[in-house]
């Protein structure tokens, strides 16, 4: 009992009695954990004096190990699970503000689409009555030499400056 008076009680618990114990003292002091493995192997070695014993310690270090891998291994899926969340969290308020934004200007353009219409169908009567105001042009000036682009040229102007 003299392994037992040098180590403070939760190394015994490690290897004989409630688990739970360990857990708690690990969970409690993270910052300890790589240091206290170190004197849990150290305590374990301690008591090795027996062939059987040192198998029982073997497998029991083994599995310590494993525990603690398993739980930093869980600890990090964790992390990368808080993670993803975050990201997708981020993406859905871009997606969200970009909905609204084509929400709105969807909303915009089907305000102004009568008035749209409205100048669409002012603007072709305007061609209409220009074309037919060249044609009677030319048609009353059959011997005219205009070439016919700079008819449209002079077209297109004019429709420009009404436009404005």
Do not use: W
């Not at 009992?1 to 180590?7: P, R, T």
């Not at 869980?74 to 993803?84: G, L, V």
């Not at 503000?97 to 100048?119: A, D, F, G, M």
């Amino acid at each position: 009992m003299e392994a037992e008076d040098q180590h403070p009680s939760h190394y015994f618990n490690l290897y004989e009695g409630d688990s739970s114990q360990n857990d708690h003292f690990n969970l409690q002091n993270p910052q300890n954990d790589h240091d206290h493995d170190h004197d849990q192997d150290l305590h374990v070695h301690d008591h090795c004096t027996h062939p059987q014993a040192s198998s029982v310690v073997i497998d029991q270090e083994k599995r310590l190990r494993r525990m603690v891998s398993n739980r930093e291994s869980a600890r990090r899926s964790r992390m990368r699970k808080r993670k993803q969340i975050r990201e997708k969290k981020m993406h859905v308020e871009q997606l969200t503000t970009s909905n609204y934004n084509l929400y709105n200007k969807v909303i915009s353009l089907l305000e102004r689409t009568p008035q749209i219409l409205h100048e669409n169908s002012q603007l072709e009567e305007k061609l209409s009555y220009f074309h037919q105001y060249f044609m009677e042009d030319r048609m009353v000036l059959p011997g005219n030499n205009i070439d016919c682009d700079i008819t449209r040229q002079y077209l297109r102007f004019c429709i420009n400056q009404l436009g404005k």
